[in-house]
């Protein structure tokens, strides 16, 4: 899954060459949310939503593949997803 999450990622910032490799290292992990999150874009995220992210200073640093974008959220929105080789589809 997390190749699958990287891969949309990579995708929709194919046209920005410093977002090449971006989501590669290991800090990026699939966690699933846990509860809406909304921004100025939008819906970023809605529960039970997979996603590559990051430990953040606050909290997560998170992929929206709706929003096209790293998201910052709350550590209480989002947990280490344990169905890491399940298969993701939107």
Known sequence: MRAQLRGIADRQNAQWPQYRGHWDGPEWIVVQIRQRVS?????????????????????WVAYSDRNAIDTHIAASAAFPA?????????
């Open 39 to 59: 921004t100025k874009l939008g819906v970023a995220f809605e529960r039970g939503d997979y996603a590559i992210a990051k430990k953040g200073e606050f909290g």
């Open 82 to 90: 344990t169905l890491a080789t399940r298969s993701y589809t939107r």
